[in-house]
C-alpha cells in the first residue's frame, strides 16, 4: 500500500487510530510501569479507550441522540427514520463495560490498600525483594 | 520489562491498526453497525415497549438480561471490597475534644473509653476543625442532589439517566456527606448493615421481577408476564423496566458507599479521608 | 414453557443474593441456602442434557425477544453437558467444602458462599450464552469473584499475586471485548449464529481476521494457555482451597469451551482451517505448553503447585486436539475437557483433604501419608493414574482419541509431546507416592523405642465420601468413554 493509500484511510477513521494509540499507552502502562498505581491508572486508560472506540462505532453523521421525540404530541404515530437516530447498541454495551471496569478498579484498588497495609510501599521492585526475604 | 512492554504494544497496536483498514468510514450511516441490528431497535422500540429512549428499552428490555449481571457485578465488587477489607478489630488509640474548651484528648487504653455525648465528641487522627462554610453548603446541597438522583431514576425512561446514573449520583451524595463532615457521621447515619442488605435486595429486586415471570408462563424478564400486577397494561414493559431500574439504583448506592468506605478507612470504619 | 435453561444459572444467581442478605441476618443460613440452590441448578443441568439428547438443541429467549434482537440461550450438546459437569462439580464441592470453610475463613462464611455462587453463575452463564456480549459480562463475573478469593487465603503473597491477576485477567478480557468490538463493526450483530451467518461472506476481510486473533488471545490468556500462564500457579495455590479445588477443574474447562464455542458456532472450521493456515503454529504453541507445563511441574516443591502446573500441561492438550482440524482431534479435546475437570477436581478434593489435617502441602510433609490417611489416598492414586492415563480410567480414553488426531493431522511432534508428559506426570506422581508412602512422618521417628507406630488421622466423612466416588466416577467415565462419545460428542460434531 502506498503512501497515498494511507492518508485517505487515516482521515476517514483517524478517531480509530487515535483509540488505538490510547490503548496502548494504557497497555503499556500496565506491562511497563513499576508503581502499582500507575498501572492501574494505565489500566483505566486501555479500559476508557475501548469504551472511546465502542461508542464511536455507534456515531452516524446527520443524526441525533437515541431518544424518540415529540412522543406525546397527539398519539399520531409520526413514522420513525432510523436515519434520524445514532445507533443506540453500542451506548447499552459501554454502559455495561463501564460498569465492569469501575467494578474491577474498585477491587484492585481494595488489594492496593491491602498490600500497602502489609508493606507501606507499592513499588514492585520493592515489593518483590521485600517477598524473596520470606 | 520496559522493552518487553514496547515490543508488546509495537505488535498488538499494529494489528489493531491492519484491522481498522477494513472499517467503515467512520459514521458511515450505511455501515453494517448502524444498519443491522440498529434499524430495528429505533423502528420498533417505541411501539413495542413504550419507552422513548431507546438505550433504556435496550438496556433494561431486549438486553435486561446483560445488565442484570452487570448489577451482579457491581454487588460483586462491594463484597469483594469487604470480604478483603473488612476489619472487626477496634482500634486502641481514640481520640476525644472537649466541646466547650476544645481541649484534644488522646486515650490509650481503650477500656477507658469517655462517654461521647453533650461534652465529649469522636476526633480523627488527623483532625482539622472542619470548615463552618463547606458543611453549611454541603448540608444545603446533598438532599437536593439526593432529589435529583431519584428524578434520575425516575425519568429514565424519557430522558438520559437510569439506575445506574441515578445510583452513582445518590452513591456520591453520602460520599459527600462523608468528605464534608466525617466518615463517622455517615457510618452512624447509615449502618453497614443497611448498606449490605440493600446492595443484595436492590440486585433481589431485579432478579425477582424477572423471575416471577417464569411462573407467570412467560420466558425469563419477559415483563408482558406482569400485566395482571399493573394498573396500565399498555405500559406493562415501561412499569417494569421502572421497577428494575429501582433495584439498580439501590443496589449501585449502597454498593459505592461501601467501597468508599471501605477503602479510606482501610476497613475499620473508623476514621478516614 | 420450558424454563430449566434459565433456571441452571438463575438459580444459583438467586442463591447468591439470598446469601447476601444472610451475611447480615443469619451467617449460618447462608451455606444451606447454596446447597439448595447449587441443587436445583443442577437438577436442571440433568433435565436439559436429556431433553437435548431426546429431542435437539434447545433455544431460550431472554425476556421474549428473538435472537439477534435480544439475549438467547442455545443449548446444545456441548454446552449441555459442560453446564451438568459445572453444576454437579460445583454442588459436591460445597457439600466437602463445609468443614475447610469453617476452618479457614470462619469469620466470613457467608460472603464465602456469596461470592462462590456468583462465581458459578458467571461459568454456568458463560457456557449457557449465544450471545458474544453476554459472555464477556459473565466472564467478567467470573473473574471479579476470583481476584477477591485469591486475595484471601495467604496474607503475605495474596494481595499481590491477586492484582497481578487482575492486570492479566483485564488485559484478556478487553482483548475479547475489542475482538466483539471488532466483528460488530463488519457485522452489526452481536448474536453467535447471527454473526456466524454474516461473517461466512467476508472471509477475505481484514477486520475479521483482527476481530478472531483478538478473541482468541483474549480466551488463552484467561485459559492460561503456556506463555500467559504465569497469573495461575499463584492465583490457584494463594486461594482458599474450598474455592480453588472449584476455580482449578472448572475456569480454565469453561474458557477451553468458549474457544472451542468461537472456533465451531462463530467462525466455523471452513475459515479457521481452510482460509487461515495458522493451525499448524497453534498446535506447536500446544506442544510446548505440554512440555513446559510438565517440565515446570518437575521444579516445584508444592504439592498445589506441582497440580496447578499440571493444569498448564493439561490446557495445552485441549487446544492442541481442538486445532488438529480433524474429528478425532476434536472429539478428544471435547473428552478431555470433561474427564481433566473430573480428575483435577479429584486430585483438588484428596489435597483439601491433605490441607484440612497437614495445613501446609509442601512435598516433605507428606511423609508417611499413606498410613495417616489411606482412604484420602486411595482417592488421590486413582486420579493421579486418571491423569497419566492408565486405562481402566478416564484419562487413558480421552488421550487417545488426542494421540490419534495427532496422527491423522501428521502433527507427530504433538503426539510425541503427550506420551513425553505422560511420562512426566507418572515420574512426578510417584516422587509424591514414594514420599507418602515409604517416608514415614518425621514427628513419629524416633518416638516408642525404634519401631514406627503410625495413627490413623484421616479426614471428615464428609469429605472422604465426596472424594472417593469422584475418584470412583473417573473409572465409571473411563468405562462409559464409548457411550459418551456416541450420544454426545459425535452427534454434536456431526450436526455443525
Known amino acids: ?134 | 520489562m520496559k522493552f518487553f512492554g514496547f515490543v508488546v504494544v509495537c505488535l498488538v497496536g499494529g494489528l489493531l491498526l491492519y484491522g481498522t483498514a477494513d472499517f467503515p468510514d467512520w459514521g458511515d450511516p450505511d455501515s453494517p453497525a448502524s444498519t443491522h441490528l440498529s434499524d430495528i431497535y429505533i423502528e420498533h422500540a417505541f411501539e413495542q415497549t413504550q419507552v422513548p429512549n431507546i438505550v433504556t428499552a435496550i438496556l433494561a428490555d431486549y438486553r435486561g438480561f446483560d445488565t442484570m449481571f452487570e448489577t451482579a457485578v457491581i454487588f460483586c465488587a462491594g463484597l469483594a471490597c469487604f470480604l478483603l477489607l473488612r476489619d472487626f478489630k477496634e482500634r486502641k488509640e481514640r481520640f476525644y475534644r472537649h466541646v466547650p474548651t476544645g481541649v484534644i484528648l488522646h486515650v490509650k487504653n481503650s477500656k477507658k473509653a469517655l462517654r461521647v455525648g453533650r461534652d465529649f465528641e469522636h476526633i480523627d487522627k488527623d483532625w482539622i476543625p472542619s470548615d463552618l462554610i463547606i458543611k453549611t453548603v454541603c448540608r444545603i446541597l446533598i438532599p437536593f442532589i439526593q432529589i435529583y438522583a431519584l428524578y434520575v431514576v425516575a425519568h429514565g425512561d424519557f430522558s438520559p439517566g437510569g439506575g445506574f446514573q441515578g445510583g452513582v449520583i445518590f452513591g456520591s451524595s453520602l460520599i459527600l456527606l462523608a468528605i464534608s463532615y466525617d466518615l463517622k457521621i455517615l457510618v452512624r447515619r447509615i449502618k453497614e448493615k443497611v448498606l449490605g442488605i440493600c446492595a443484595a435486595a436492590g440486585v433481589l429486586v431485579y432478579v425477582g421481577i424477572a423471575a416471577i415471570c417464569m411462573p407467570m408462563g412467560k420466558s425469563f424478564l419477559d415483563y408482558s408476564a406482569l400485566e395482571m400486577f399493573v394498573f396500565d397494561p399498555h405500559h406493562v414493559r415501561a412499569l417494569g423496566m421502572l421497577g428494575v431500574e429501582i433495584g439498580v439504583g439501590i443496589a449501585v448506592a449502597a454498593v459505592m458507599a461501601i467501597i468508599y468506605i471501605n477503602i479510606v478507612s482501610e476497613g475499620r470504619h473508623d476514621e478516614g479521608l | 414453557m420450558n424454563n430449566y435453561p434459565a433456571l441452571i444459572v438463575i438459580a444459583p444467581l438467586l442463591a447468591a443474593l439470598f446469601a447476601g442478605l444472610a451475611v447480615w441476618i443469619e451467617d449460618r443460613l447462608s451455606y444451606y441456602i447454596a446447597i439448595l440452590g447449587l441443587a436445583v441448578s443442577s437438577f436442571s443441568a440433568l433435565k436439559v442434557l436429556i431433553q437435548v439428547i431426546e429431542s435437539g438443541t434447545i433455544q431460550y429467549k431472554m425476556a421474549g425477544w428473538d435472537a439477534p434482537v435480544g439475549i438467547e440461550y442455545r443449548i446444545d450438546l456441548l454446552n449441555a453437558m459442560v453446564l451438568l459437569l459445572i453444576s454437579g462439580i460445583a454442588l459436591f464441592n460445597l457439600i466437602a467444602s463445609y468443614k475447610n470453610v469453617e476452618q479457614e475463613i470462619s469469620d466470613r462464611k457467608g460472603s464465602f458462599y456469596t461470592i462462590y455462587l456468583l462465581f458459578v453463575t458467571g461459568l454456568l452463564g458463560v457456557t449457557a450464552t449465544g450471545d458474544l456480549f453476554n459472555l464477556y459480562v459473565l466472564i467478567e463475573i467470573t473473574s471479579l469473584t476470583s481476584y477477591a478469593m485469591v486475595a484471601l487465603s495467604d496474607k503475605d503473597r495474596g494481595p499481590l499475586a491477586s492484582l497481578n491477576y487482575i492486570f492479566i485477567g483485564v488485559i484478556g478480557a478487553s482483548f475479547y471485548l475489542l475482538g466483539v468490538g471488532y466483528l460488530y463493526m463488519k457485522t452489526g450483530s452481536l448474536n453467535m449464529m447471527d454473526v456466524a451467518d454474516i461473517i461466512a461472506s467476508q472471509h477475505d476481510s481484514s477486520t475479521v481476521l483482527v476481530g478472531f486473533i483478538l478473541c482468541m488471545i483474549g480466551v488463552w490468556i484467561k485459559m492460561a494457555l503456556f506463555p500467559m500462564h504465569v497469573w495461575l500457579p499463584n492465583a490457584y495455590s494463594y486461594s482458599p482451597v474450598a474455592f480453588s479445588r472449584v476455580v482449578a477443574p472448572l475456569m480454565t474447562k469453561v474458557m477451553v469451551y468458549v474457544m472451542i464455542r468461537l472456533m465451531i458456532t462463530v467462525f466455523g472450521f471452513e475459515y479457521i482451517f481452510n482460509t487461515l493456515h495458522l493451525s499448524e503454529a497453534v498446535v506447536w504453541l500446544a506442544t510446548i505448553a505440554v512440555l513446559a507445563g510438565g517440565v515446570l511441574a518437575l521444579a516445584q516443591d508444592n504439592l498445589k503447585k506441582i497440580l496447578a502446573y499440571i493444569i498448564v500441561c493439561e490446557i495445552g492438550y485441549m487446544v492442541g486436539g481442538a486445532w488438529l482440524g480433524n474429528q478425532s482431534g476434536m472429539t478428544g479435546a471435547i473428552l478431555h475437557l470433561l474427564n481433566d475437570a473430573l480428575m483435577t477436581f479429584a486430585l483438588f478434593l484428596g489435597l483439601g483433604n491433605m490441607v484440612y489435617m497437614l495445613g501446609k502441602v509442601k512435598l516433605n510433609n507428606l511423609q508417611g501419608l499413606f498410613s495417616r490417611m489411606p482412604w484420602t489416598m486411595t482417592g488421590f492414586v486413582v486420579a493421579a493414574f486418571s491423569i497419566v492415563g492408565v486405562p481402566p480410567t478416564c484419562g487413558f480414553f480421552s488421550k487417545w482419541y488426542l494421540i490419534s488426531g495427532a496422527f491423522e493431522a501428521g502433527a507427530y511432534h504433538f503426539a510425541a509431546a503427550l506420551i513425553i508428559s505422560s511420562l512426566i506426570c507418572a515420574i512426578l506422581f510417584f516422587k509424591v507416592f514414594e514420599i507418602c508412602f515409604f517416608q514415614s512422618s518425621p514427628d513419629l521417628q524416633g518416638q516408642g523405642h525404634g519401631h514406627k507406630f503410625q495413627v490413623m488421622a484421616e479426614a471428615p466423612v464428609s469429605m472422604l465420601i465426596v472424594s472417593n466416588l469422584v475418584s470412583f466416577s473417573l473409572i465409571v467415565v473411563g468405562v462409559f468413554s464409548g457411550t459418551i462419545v456416541k450420544t454426545i460428542i459425535l452427534p454434536f460434531l456431526q450436526g455443525i
Not at chain 1, 483517524?14 to 497497555?27: A, E, K, Q, R
Not at chain 1, 461508542?55 to 404515530?77: C, D, F, M, R, W
Not at chain 1, 454502559?95 to 471496569?101: E, K, Q
Open chain 1, 1 to 134: 500500500m502506498g503512501m497515498t493509500d494511507i492518508i485517505p484511510l487515516i482521515v476517514a477513521k483517524y478517531n480509530y487510530w487515535l483509540f488505538v494509540v490510547l490503548m496502548m499507552i494504557g497497555l503499556y502502562a500496565m506491562i511497563a510501569k513499576n508503581n502499582l498505581i500507575k498501572k492501574l491508572v494505565g489500566m483505566n486508560i486501555f479500559q476508557t479507550a475501548i469504551i472511546l472506540f465502542y461508542v464511536s462505532i455507534g456515531y452516524k453523521s446527520g443524526a441525533t441522540l437515541p431518544i424518540i421525540q415529540n412522543v406525546h404530541e397527539g398519539h399520531g404515530h409520526a413514522a420513525i427514520h432510523a436515519a434520524d437516530y445514532i445507533n443506540p447498541l453500542p451506548h447499552v454495551l459501554m454502559l455495561t463495560a463501564i460498569v465492569v471496569s469501575v467494578a474491577t478498579f474498585g477491587v484492585a484498588m481494595a488489594l492496593a490498600v491491602k498490600i500497602y497495609q502489609r508493606y507501606h510501599t507499592l513499588e514492585e521492585d520493592e515489593l518483590r525483594m521485600r517477598l524473596s526475604e520470606k
